[in-house]
Every structure is written in structure tokens, then in C-alpha cells.
Nanobody, 124 residues
Framework: VQLQASGGGLVQAGGSLRLSCAAS????????MGWFRQAPGKEREFVAG????????YYVDSVKGRFTISRDNAKNTVYLQMNSLKPEDTAVYYC??????????????????WGQGTQVTVSS
């Protein structure tokens, strides 16, 4: 299984970016997916998660109302639409896969495969 994240870049505060994460391998639609981020000098932080079917989504409080996670199981891809970006959103963003139904969306150890990360920089 390989996860390839893309879509990062430099944007001004208030702007938008859409991250994509393309997965190889079979049975993409059988796994929950998540996005994490890590800023310099900080621990990796859960940002958003989506269930295998796409019916359920979860967000860290700091991005609620600004970020939207979605997935297209026919394309083996999960997305993170980021609007109203703030300088504090600056980080490397990682997508990750976890087995369906495992508890603890925000726990990195519950994810078994990770993408390589894509840099998001928000200027003030």
C-alpha cells in the first residue's frame, strides 16, 4: 500500500488549498482515512478523519467549519479542502490509513500506512 499526498503550497491567510491523497492497493473503501499535520518543533496532530463509507467525519476543534474531509472510493482518493487558512495551519500534512472501526481517531498508532507528507505554508 502506498499513499501519495499532494496539493500543498504557499497561500496567503484567508486563502484555500485542497489536498489529495491517492492510495494504491485494493480495498481502499474498507479503510478509514485521516489527515494529520506536524509543525516545526511540535508533535504530529490529528486534523480530520473519515470513515470507510464516507458517512462519518471527525475534526479537531481548531479546523471545524474551515476544513472538510471527503473521499472518492472509486478513485482511491481522500481529500482535505482547507478554507480560511491561518498562519497557524502551517505544517507538513500527512494522510494515513487505519482499519475500519478501530477506536481512537486521533491516535497516530492506530494508523498503519502513512503518506510522505505535503507542505502547507500560510503567510500572514
Amino acid at each position: 500500500v502506498q499513499l501519495q499526498a499532494s496539493g500543498g503550497g504557499l497561500v496567503q491567510a484567508g486563502g484555500s488549498l485542497r489536498l489529495s491523497c491517492a492510495a494504491s492497493g485494493r480495498a481502499f473503501g474498507s479503510y478509514d482515512m485521516g489527515w494529520f499535520r506536524q509543525a516545526p518543533g511540535k508533535e504530529r496532530e490529528f486534523v480530520a478523519g473519515i470513515s470507510a463509507s464516507g458517512r462519518n467525519t471527525y475534526y479537531v476543534d481548531s479546523v471545524k467549519g474551515r476544513f472538510t474531509i471527503s473521499r472518492d472510493n472509486a478513485k482511491n482518493t481522500v481529500y482535505l479542502q482547507m478554507n480560511s487558512l491561518k498562519p497557524e495551519d502551517t505544517a507538513v500534512y500527512y494522510c494515513a490509513r487505519r482499519p475500519w472501526g478501530v477506536a481512537g481517531w486521533g491516535v497516530a498508532a492506530t494508523y498503519d500506512y502513512w503518506g510522505q507528507g505535503t507542505q502547507v505554508t500560510v503567510s500572514s
